[in-house]
C-alpha cells in the first residue's frame, strides 16, 4: 500500500536511513564545501541537488522548520562587547525592584494588581537591547520605537527608577495614579505622556501596529519627507500566547514583503499564557518558525543557553537534539517547575545514552542547563544578528521561563501569571537567588535597591544610555506646528452648488485634492483607503499622487491609457491598503503619531466603511486616542438609511455614539458641503497648529443633493454642533432638529407642516449631538459643583431657550445618539432614529420602514404639540391618514 503512494514513500524514505555509508559520504562533502568555499556555495549546492530531484520526480513536501536548536551555532555568535558581570549585577536589581513595586502595591490592597511573572521571563530580553541597542533620538539618530510587552511595564519601570527618571515614590504609586504622579499600570501614553510612546496592552495591537509603523517610516523616508531613517529600527516585544491574536500575524506577510529590515519582532517564548500553556502538546517556537518563515522573514531562534553548547556538541549522533524534539511545551514547562533531579529522570532518563551523557554532571548542574532567553550572550548574538540582517525583517523566537527566579512561588507555574504577592519566605528566597543586598529583617517589606551612584553598576548604566543617545522609552509631545491656510482654501464649498448634486462623500474628496494641492500643506497629508477608493470616488488621485509602492510599479496598468490610470510609486503619497481595514487603521495611527515618533506633523485621511471597517477597529481607535494620534477619520458612506442597497452588515447607526465615547475624539454628521469645509478647517487648525491631542470622526454620505451656500455667522454653531439652518420667524411654533442626511427630511417636514397644517417650524442643523453633549455636561458638573453661583447655561440651551414650542430631533443613528442632549433640551424632546438591523431597499423605503422620512418627523411634530395642548389629538390621527402612518406597522428594531 505504501509503496503506491508516491508521495508517503518519499516521506517513508526521507525517515529511514537505507544506507548510513553514502549518507556519510555526502554530509563529509557538503562539510569539505563549508569548509572551504563557505555556506553560500553549500546553500547554492543544496538547493541545485533539490531543484534536480524535484524536476526528476521526487516528491518533496516543503518543510519551514528547522531543528529544535538555536538558529545561531556557537561559533557564528557574535560576543557582547559589554561587561557580562556587572550586567548580570544590574540585572538583578531590575528584577528585584520590578518585583517589589507589585508586591508592595499588593501588600497595601490587592485591588491594584500587577504582574511579577511576565518581566521575570523577558528581564534579560529587554536589558540586552537597553544596554547595547535601543537607540534613543538625539542629534544624530531619529531613535529606535519600541513596542514593551504591556504586563512587563514594572520592570522598564525599574530600569528608569535605577537611571534615576523615577523615584521610590514613583514605584510606591504603581497602579495609584489618581491624583497624578503614579505610574500607569500599562504603557499608556495619555497618563504619561513623556515616557511611554505606544499602548500595547491589548494584545495584539502592538506587534500589528509595529508593522506598520516600520513601514511608515520607509513611507516618509521614500517621500523625503525624512532624511536620516538609517539604522533605525522598530522593536517589538511581544509575549507567545499574544501571537495567537489574529491581529498579532495578520500583517506579517506584509512585513515579509516589504521586507522591512528596520523591523525586529522578539517573541518571549516562556511557553504560558494567563491559563497555562500555549502549545502544551506542541511547540511555540516551531510554530511560529514555520508561519513567520513561511512569511518571508528572517527567523533566529534562541532556545538553549550556552551551558547547553558543550552537550550539543557532543551529541554526534543527534540523540539530544532528537530529545529535544520529540518533547512538548507542556512538559518543558513542567521541567522548570521542578528540580535537576527531575529533569535527569524524564528529560535524559528517556534514553540510556542520554543518561550517560550527564552522568558526570551534578542534579544542580542540570538545574542550571538554562534557555536562551535567559542567556545574555545567545540574546546579544541574536540581537546583532537581527539588527545587521538586510532585506527582511527578522524575528526572535527566545525561550524563557515564566516567572523566572520566583522558585515555588510562581516559576514555570500554571499560576505563575496572577501570582503578585510574595510572602516573606519566597520574598527570601528570590533576595537570595539575585544576590540582593536586604537584610533579613527587611526584606518582608520588599524594600527597594539602588546602588550608590558611583558604583560600578550605576556608572555603567548611565554609561550605556549615554552611548545609545539617552534614555528610553521617552515620548516627543510636540513637533514644529504647520500653519494652516486661510478658511478660503475651500471656497467653492462654501457657495452653493447651485443645481449640481454631489454626495458629502464627493465634496470630502475636492476638499482633499485642494489639500493635497496646497504648496505649505500637500505633501504632509496621508490619504489611506483600503480598497474602497473608487468606491468613494477617490480613484483621481491615483494618477496624480500615486500609490506608495517601496519597489513602483513593476508592470504596465491595464488601464494605462486612461486619464486616471492606476498608478503605483516609489515616492506615491496614497497608502492603499488592500482589504485590510486593521493595517489601514495602523497606517493612520503611524501617520497620526508621526510627530510623536519623527518630529513631523502628518495629515492622515483614512476613509473607509463607517459600519464593518470601524467595528473591526474599534481598539485600535480607543488606542489611537491613548497615543494622541492626530489626524481625520472619515466614516464612508455612513448612515442606516443613506447607503441604501447594502444591507445589514453594511449599514452603520451607531458609529457616532461609539466614536464619542472616545474623550479626545470629535465627531461630526454634517449634511452640507460648507459645514464639511469649516469642519476640516477647524481641526486642521486645532490639531496641526494649535497641537491639540484630539482627533477627528466624520461621516459622510453617497446621496446625491444639492447644497446651498454657507448661512451668514453659522461657522460657530457648525463647529459648537448645532445652528439654525432656517429660522420661520416670530410664529414658530416648533424646532426641527436633524443631521447627515436626514437634516433634508427635517427640512421637507418643515414644509409638509406649513403646507398641510400652516405650522411653521424652526430648522437646526445638529452637526455634532456628540459635541453637545459634551458642552451641556460641563455646563452641568460645574452647576453641581458650584451651588449658590449664577447657574450656567448649555449652549443647546441657549440655542433653543429663546424659540417656540416643543423639540424633535432626527437621525440617521439610532435613538440615543440625538438623545445625548436630552438632559439640556429646555422643553419637550422627540427623538426620532434607526434603531434596528438595516435591511437593503431604496432610500424612501428604508426611512419609512425606520420611520424617520419626513412624514413621521413632521407626524412626531404633530403629536408634541398635541401633548403640549397646542394642537387637538384629532388632528394628529388625521395627519396619520393623510401621511399614510399605519398605528399597526411593526416596530423596526425587532424586524
Ligand atoms: C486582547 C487581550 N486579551 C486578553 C488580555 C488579558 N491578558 C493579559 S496578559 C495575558 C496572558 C499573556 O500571555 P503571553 O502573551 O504569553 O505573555 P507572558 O505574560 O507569558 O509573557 C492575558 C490573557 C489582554 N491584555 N489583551
Ligand atoms: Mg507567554
Known sequence: MIASNPSLNSQFAANTDTDPEETREWLDALAAVIETEGVERAHFLIEKLVDKARRSGANLPYKANTAYI?????????????????????????????????????????????????????????????????????????????????????????????????????????????????????????????????????????????????????????????????????????????????????????????????????????????????????????????????????????????????????????????????????????????????????FFGKYPELLEMVANMSDEDIWHLNRGGHDPHKVYAAYAAAVAHKGQPTVILAKTIKGYGMGRAGEGQMIAHQQKKLDAEALKAFRDRFNIPIPDDKVHEAPYYKPAEDSPEMIYLQERRKALGGYLPQRRKEAPHLQIPELSIFETMLKSSEDREMSTTMVFVRLLSSLLRDKALGRYVVPIVPDEARTFGMEGLFRQYGIYSSVGQLYEPQDADTVMFYREDKSGQILEEGICEAGAMCDWIAAGTAFSNHNVQMIPFYIYYSMFGFQRVGDLMWAAGDMQARGFLMGGTAGRTTLAGEGLQHQDGHSHLIMGAIPNCITYDPTFAYELAIIVHDGLRRMYQEGENVFYYITVMNENYTHPALPKGAEEGIIKGLYKFRDAGKDEAVQLLGSGTILREVIKAAELLEADYGIKAGIWSATSFNQLRRDGLEVSRWNLLHPEQPRKTSYVERCLAPTAGPVVAATDYVKAYPDLIREFVPRRYTVLGTDGFGRSDRRSALRRFFEVDSHYIAFAALKSLADEGGIEKTKVSEAMTRWNIDPDKANPIGC
Open 70 to 346: 538555536n538558529t545561531i551555532p556557537p561559533h557564528a555568535e557574535a560576543r557582547s562587547p559589554g561587561d557580562a558581570g556587572i550586567e548580570h549585577r544590574i540585572r538583578c536589581y531590575l528584577r528585584w525592584n520590578a518585583m517589589a513595586m507589585v508586591v508592595r502595591a499588593n501588600q497595601k490592597s490587592t485591588e491594584y494588581g500587577g504582574h511579577i511573572s511576565s518581566f521575570a521571563s523577558s528581564a534579560t530580553l529587554y536589558d540586552v537591547g537597553f544596554n547595547h541597542f535601543f537607540h534613543a533620538p538625539d542629534r544624530d539618530h531619529g531613535g529606535d520605537l519600541v513596542f514593551f510587552q504591556g504586563h512587563s511595564a514594572p520592570g522598564i519601570y525599574a530600569r528608569a527608577f535605577l537611571e534615576g527618571r523615577l523615584t521610590e515614590e514613583h514605584l510606591d504609586r504603581f497602579r495609584a495614579e489618581v491624583g497624578g504622579g503614579g505610574l500607569s499600570s500599562y504603557p499608556h501614553p495619555w497618563l504619561m505622556p513623556d515616557f511611554w510612546q505606544f499602548p500595547t496592552v491589548s494584545m495584539g495591537l502592538g506587534p500589528l501596529m509595529a508593522i506598520y509603523q516600520a513601514r511608515f517610516m520607509k513611507y516618509l523616508a521614500d517621500r523625503k519627507i525624512l532624511l536620516n531613517t538609517e539604522g533605525r529600527k522598530v522593536w517589538c516585544f511581544c509575549g507567545d500566547g499574544e501571537m495567537d491574536e489574529p491581529e498579532s500575524m495578520g500583517a506579517i506577510g506584509l512585513a515579509g514583503r516589504e521586507k522591512l529590515d528596520n523591523l525586529i519582532f522578539v517573541v518571549n517564548c516562556n511557553l504560558q499564557r494567563l491559563d497555562g500553556p500555549v502549545r502544551g502538546d506542541g511547540k511555540i517556537i516551531q510554530d511560529l518558525e514555520a508561519e513567520f518563515r513561511g512569511a518571508g522573514w528572517n527567523v533566529i531562534k534562541v532556545i538553549w543557553g550556552s551551558h547547553w553548547d558543550a552537550l550539543l556538541a557532543r551529541d554526534t549522533k543527534g540523540l539530544l537534539r532528537q530529545r529535544m524534539e520529540e518533547v512538548v511545551d507542556g512538559e518543558y514547562q513542567t521541567y522548570k517547575a521542578k528540580d535537576g533531579a527531575y529533569v535527569r529522570k524524564h
